[in-house]
């Protein structure tokens, strides 16, 4: 199992970074690199970020190769994503998805929590094909900037989300969407909030 994980967990062209190294090597590898044709489905994007995550901070329900929230939104380093627990089987932990209007991918490493903190674009919870998205955020950010960041991504209605994607895709802004600097307020995908 840990040689398949191995062979699986090279990403990209050759001399690129690999991908990091699972965290629960007891996932099945397969689920992190899953073969199969990449899908386009309209969902719902929300976001969230260390101040109104459940509980605040940066933990989350699934590592699979992150042992907390994070990642930079490349192909070999998806962010963290969270949607409900019914869609277990359909967006399986460890799948990646592609939102081209952030221009990142993402992996699935969380579950939404409908008790969470009733701030933030995604506080009512995830209900149908839903993504919420982490966002970043640390416990010294301005929760008020990080949600409000959030609330300013957030689309208005369903969007485009590729499962499955292939290697490639345009990447902005690779890193955290919401970053703490510079001061005073962080940055937003790249721009002031």
């Known amino acids: 199992m840990l040689a398949t994980a191995l062979a699986l967990a090279s990403c990209g062209r050759a001399g690129d970074p690999a991908l990091p190294p699972l965290v629960n ?11 199969q044709d990449p899908t386009t489905v309209q969902a719902t994007i929300t976001f969230y970020g260390w101040p ?29 994503f969270a949607t409900e627990k019914k869609n277990d ?22 579950l939404c929590a409908a008790s969470g903190p009733h701030k933030g674009s995604g506080s009512n919870g995830c209900k149908g094909l839903w993504f919420d998205l982490w966002i970043g955020g640390t ?27 292939k290697d490639g895709m345009p990447v902005a802004y690779p890193g955290p969407i919401y970053q703490n600097s510079p001061p005073p307020d962080g940055t937003c995908d790249g721009k002031p909030p």
């Open 25 to 35: 090597p007891a996932h099945n590898a397969a689920c992190y690199v899953i073969k």
């Open 52 to 80: 109104d995550n459940s509980p605040p901070g940066d933990k989350i329900a699934h590592g699979i190769i992150h042992k907390h929230a994070g990642g930079d939104g490349t192909y070999c380093n998806p962010t963290t």
């Open 89 to 110: 089987t359909t967006i399986p932990y460890g799948i990646k998805i592609y939102v081209p209007f952030i221009k990142q991918y993402f992996i699935r490493e969380d």
């Open 139 to 165: 416990a010294k950010s301005k929760a008020h900037e990080v949600i409000k960041c959030e609330r300013q991504l957030t689309p208005n209605g369903k969007v485009d989300v590729i499962l499955y994607p």
